[in-house]
């Protein structure tokens, strides 16, 4: 059976629409036309909806995204899209007639045409511009970008709304990150100001009592040794006062260990202040002590070396120049520190000048002389003005 005989001849409308037989197919080409724009449009809105899933990318490359859909779809040579404090996304080359194109868009917050160029609004001031291949604008096409714009208005609100709680997010966990390390460095510095205070406290009971202890020991052995020098005896007591010095000196630096962090300790002064009290404690002479200029600061090492010198110059004057008085002096100058330890005694200053310098010194002036050494220093015995011995050491303030 032919298609002729097919068709019913009661209804020429039939074949007028399908196209079968008719002089004038527009029918059907409109037909073919609309149904391959309804395709288009279904895959544009697929391809334009996967885009727009990319909210939590950031609102820039949902950007991005949204306009390569768009010029994929509709084989765009230009697309622009640009948003109220943000950059342009664009594709292509942009045409001059964009500007005009942009600026009636935004003016009028609608939908504007012109030949082969569609603009529509987005959000409160943003557009987006489409160069079409062909200059006719079809309305589906408008329709297609209006969609798009609308759910690219909402799309970009999550995205920023998902920014912001990704940045938030973010902040807090550094804010706990810091706030784990404040912790543990608060844990730390409370063990160790445990740690120091005890370190004081065990420092503060050897001063207060064992050192000062053996510092009469060793006075009053002296004494018996000089009332009974000759005798057996007197030898004991020598052996035994070397002895007590001996244990002085390693409790002497057992403190200084200990007191190495003592934030009440005011440096080089407060070490001085400390012997000069046990001197005035244990015997009848006159101690002062005083510092000029601007104090700085002395490693550990230093202050050590400079505490044992003073102390052995105090003893040897009381020991041996028969003195009354003793002046303790530390003067800061600019790189160096001077020790002075000036007494009203009888020793002749020349004469333990050269002591001082002969390979075999003896025990109390070697040692002067050795501490000044590692400190890269001098040692020198000068005449006091008024009668006495003084003896200076100068050491560099930066070693």
Not at 247 to 254: G, I, N, S, V
Request: a positive charge; charged letters at 25%.
């Amino acid at each position: 059976m032919s298609s002729r005989s097919a068709l019913p001849h009661s209804d020429p409308w039939l074949e007028r629409l399908t196209g079968a037989r008719s002089s004038k197919p527009t029918f059907y080409a409109e037909w073919r036309r609309k149904s391959h724009g309804l395709d288009r449009a279904i895959e544009a809105l697929r391809a334009i909806s996967a885009a727009l899933c990319t909210t939590t990318s950031g609102p820039d490359v949902l950007c991005d995204a949204v306009v390569d859909a768009l010029a994929r779809h509709f084989g765009a040579p230009a697309v622009s899209l640009t948003l109220v404090a943000r950059r342009e996304f664009r594709r292509g080359a942009v045409p001059d007639e964009f500007a005009d194109l942009r600026e009636r868009t935004r003016a009028e917050a609608r939908p504007v045409t012109l030949p082969g160029m569609v603009g529509v609004p987005v959000l409160q001031a943003g557009t987006l511009l489409v160069e079409l291949p062909a200059t006719e604008v079809d309305e589906s096409e408008v329709a297609i970008l209006q969609t798009v714009a609308n759910q690219l208005s909402v799309a970009l609100e999550n995205a920023c709304l998902y920014q912001e709680a990704h940045e938030r997010t973010r902040e807090l966990e550094e804010r706990n990150r810091q706030l784990e390390v404040a912790h543990r460095r608060l844990s730390e510095a409370g063990q160790r100001q445990l740690i120091s205070q005890e370190r004081h406290r065990i420092a503060r009971e050897l001063h207060d009592s064992v050192a000062q202890h053996l510092i009469s020991i060793g006075m009053n052995l002296e004494w018996c040794r000089q009332n009974e020098p000759s005798s057996a005896v007197g030898r004991r007591v020598a052996v035994t006062k070397e002895l007590a010095r001996s244990a002085l000196t390693q409790m002497r630096a057992a403190i200084f260990e200990l007191s190495e962090l003592d934030p009440q300790r005011s440096g080089m002064r407060g070490v001085l202040v400390d012997l000069v009290r046990e001197f005035r404690a244990i015997t009848p002479l006159r101690v002062r002590v005083r510092t000029r200029g601007e104090p700085v600061a002395l490693p550990l090492a230093a202050q050590h070396a400079l505490f044992h010198i003073a102390q052995e110059a105090m003893f040897n004057a009381v020991r041996h120049a028969a003195a009354h008085g003793i002046w303790v002096e530390l003067a800061y100058r600019a790189g160096t520190v001077a020790l002075t330890v000036a007494d009203d005694g009888t020793g002749d200053p020349a004469a333990i000048q050269r002591r001082l310098t002969r390979a075999a010194a003896p025990g109390g002036l070697v040692n002067i002389r050795e501490r000044a050494r590692e400190l890269h220093g001098t040692a020198r015995v000068l005449a006091r003005r008024g009668g006495g011995v003084r003896v200076r050491v100068e050491v560099p303030a930066d070693d």
